[in-house]
């Protein structure tokens, strides 16, 4: 079975550029989320979406991130513009859909901001 | 809210002792709990997971972990440390609440084990 599909693995932007994300969830997986996991840190959740709808985006700083699942498969996560407190590694998760079921993650995108 | 706290950033042991990263969990209704194992540039991994049906959790590469609630408690163990197991470990939690949607994770700050010879 495939797994959680991420891309790019690796960006590197100068502050105030954007820079977008990709996610492909495991196939049939209804619950997709987004976390940020800074250097030394445990990952948080910025955003679950249940099909293509916005269960939980609490954390997420919508005055720059954006994110969004395309038929309630793939997803986007935008940011634009840029800090230096963005770098982080952004890993998208995926689940079945119901409580308790396990959580699957992708390998992470690495986001340097300069 | 619902929140974990790993006890030591750092744990270092030899290969072949025993392996003890702790976990407590703050939350008024037992919840689901899990560990996740992270490799260098790599995404996270499950090892375990506790849903009430056992309170001795087995998990993959000799892993185990037992639910303590008295202590509010699900401390990581494994008997004997190879050096392969070298990675940061998360410890997860998740409410029981249902609403109809999968709950999210909050995670710990993590523990980085360190194997040496």
């Known amino acids: 079975e495939a797994g959680v599909a991420q891309s790019p693995r690796y960006k590197i932007i100068e502050k105030r550029q954007s820079v977008a994300f990709w996610c492909n969830p495991i196939?049939?997986?209804?619950?997709l989320y987004w976390y940020q996991q800074i250097l030394g840190q445990g990952p948080k959740l910025l955003i679950q979406f249940q099909n293509n709808g916005v269960v939980d985006d609490s954390q997420l700083p919508k005055d720059r991130f954006s994110a969004e699942r395309l038929k309630g498969v793939d997803s986007t996560l935008k940011i634009q513009p840029a800090k230096l407190e963005d770098s982080a590694v952004y890993l998208c998760?995926?689940?079945?859909?119901?409580?308790?079921?396990?959580?699957?993650f992708g390998e992470g995108s690495w986001l340097t901001v300069v | 809210a619902q929140s974990v706290t790993q006890l030591g950033s750092h744990v270092s042991v030899s290969e072949g002792a025993l392996v003890l990263l702790r976990c407590n969990y703050s939350?008024?209704?037992?919840?689901?709990l899990f560990w996740y194992v992270q490799y260098p540039n790599q995404g996270l991994q499950l090892l375990l997971k506790?849903?009430?049906?056992?309170?001795l959790v087995k998990g993959i590469n000799g892993f185990e972990a037992e639910f303590k609630k008295s202590e509010t408690s699900f401390h990581l163990t494994k008997p004997s440390a190879h050096m392969s197991d070298a990675a940061e470990y998360f410890c997860a939690v998740s409410d029981r609440l249902s609403t109809g949607t999968a709950s999210k994770l909050t995670f710990g700050t993590g523990t980085r084990l360190q194997v040496t010879l």
């Open positions: 939350s008024s209704v037992p919840p689901y």
């Open positions: 998760a995926s689940s079945p859909g119901l409580v308790g079921n396990t959580i699957y």
């Open positions: 506790y849903t009430s049906a056992a309170t």
């Open positions: 196939s049939g997986h209804a619950t």
